[in-house]
């Protein structure tokens, strides 16, 4: 008893409450307009990401233009980076030029990384707001430097922990990884078809969303397909879910999609899929079972798991706390799915610290009761795990902004962003 009751009085903290509650972050009818919130504008959004502080970026294809929403206070939207014109310039700010933005992801330390659909090109925005140009040239297929590498139609990106981007390819019926020292390659695909197989045996259809997991496993939503793929670190790829287009929930294969387009994981290996034509959030579990998360008919609500409607949801992430996104392309809106507890800063009421932050990846815990620590990077990634007791804590990561999530011994969860110089 006597140890129970100091685990609870060491951790005064909020327990994960699961709300399920849809809601509409920002968004209204389809324009431009920065604003806060529900008042703000946006024209075909088809991709997002989160930082590690939970601003949110949008990639707002229409628009020709990167969208930020603010984490805090009135979710104030402002405008990252481009001009609206169609064209192409690299640049800062609203000088430089898109052509259909899509896919979007973020580094560890703050940098956007954008497909830019019809330059066939995949760009970079500094967190000064300067665009460059990372790879592609003319549209077609080529593996090589990024000075002479060639793309289709890309849509989806996401990046691994050491900043290797991967690419769906859709135009090319290919899946393509960028390394950090610039070179261009394919991982899996060849001709359009179906195929399950290693690396250039396999076959795809469109793939055009990509997420990526702890264990450096791709997820692809195949659009014409109508699948869900998987490519492993060996560069295996299997069908996790889907067959033909329809719908129907089940075990793997015999569930159906009507163009799923956007996929993201979380740290239980469940799968979330913005299953388009079918306007629903679709579950996929470790084991391959497909269900309806949330999701019906075509139109607009915000409630509760069972009530909300969705028009067209296209791309979705995960924050760090477990909840969901969706930028939803013919709502011209993003929303939120509250899963799981809000990140705390101050809810220890002193009793715990965590020392110093920032740090340089090593740091104290002044605590007895903590019995497992992780950390997840930005992309919601899992980068270290310790399920011991812990007060000395010792990583090799990168410079960047991290979670650290601290279990005590009842289970009880807390929360604390921080900073890696």
């Known amino acids: 008893m006597k140890n129970k009751s100091f685990t609870i009085a060491v951790f005064i903290i909020t327990l994960i409450g699961y709300a399920q509650q849809v809601t509409t972050v920002a968004g ?26 939970g601003n949110i970026y949008v990639a707002d294809r229409s628009n020709n233009r990167i969208r930020k929403i603010e984490a805090t206070g009135n979710h104030m939207v402002s405008t990252v980076a481009g001009s609206g014109v169609e064209g192409y310039a690299d640049g800062i700010g609203v000088n430089a030029v898109f052509a259909g933005v899509e896919g979007i992801c973020i580094d560890q330390q703050g940098n956007l990384y954008v497909t830019d659909f019809w330059n066939y090109k995949i760009r970079k925005i500094t ?66 078809g179906y195929l399950d197989g290693i690396g250039p045996v396999a076959r795809f259809s469109y793939p055009n969303g990509i997420c990526i997991d702890n264990f450096n496993n ?75 998360y949330t999701g019906s008919v075509f139109g607009y609500v915000d409630g509760t798991l069972s009530e909300a409607l969705f028009k067209s949801p296209w791309a979705i992430c995960n924050g760090f706390n477990g909840d969901l996104y969706i930028a939803e392309i013919d709502g011209d809106k993003i929303r939120k799915i509250e899963t799981s507890l809000s990140l705390n800063e101050n809810q220890i009421n002193n009793r715990y610290t965590l020392s110093p932050n920032p740090n340089n990846g090593n740091f104290t815990i002044a605590s007895d009761a903590v019995v497992k ?49």
């Open 127 to 192: 967190p000064a707001g300067v665009v460059t140009t990372v790879a592609g040239t003319t549209p077609g297929y080529a593996d090589g430097s990024v000075a002479i590498a060639k793309f289709g139609y890309i849509e989806g990106i996401c990046i691994d922990s050491l900043g290797n981007l991967f690419v769906a390819d859709g135009g090319n019926n290919r899946i393509r990884k960028i390394t950090p020292n610039g070179i261009v390659f394919t991982v899996a695909g060849s001709v359009e």
């Open 28 to 53: 209204s009818n389809p324009g431009y307009l920065d604003w806060p919130g529900i008042q703000a504008q946006f024209s075909d959004p088809m991709g997002l990401c989160i930082d590690a502080l």
């Open 218 to 292: 791709l997820y692809v939503t195949e659009f014409s397909n109508q699948t869900i793929r998987k490519i492993d670190s060996s560069g295996m790829v299997t069908t996790v879910a889907g067959s033909t287009w329809g719908y129907a929930d089940g075990q793997g294969t015999d569930a159906q999609f009507k163009y799923p387009s956007g996929v993201c994981v979380d740290t239980y290996g469940n799968l979330f899929v913005a299953d388009s034509n079918n306007n629903r959030i679709r579950k996929i579990s470790p084991s391959g079972w497909v269900s309806t």
């Open 373 to 421: 620590l992780e950390i997840f990077d930005n992309c919601g990634r899992q980068v270290f795990y310790n399920n011991n007791v812990l007060h000395n804590v010792s990583t090799d990561l990168s410079k960047g902004i991290y979670l650290v999530r601290i279990s005590n011994s009842n289970n009880e969860v807390s929360n604390e962003k921080i900073i890696i110089e």
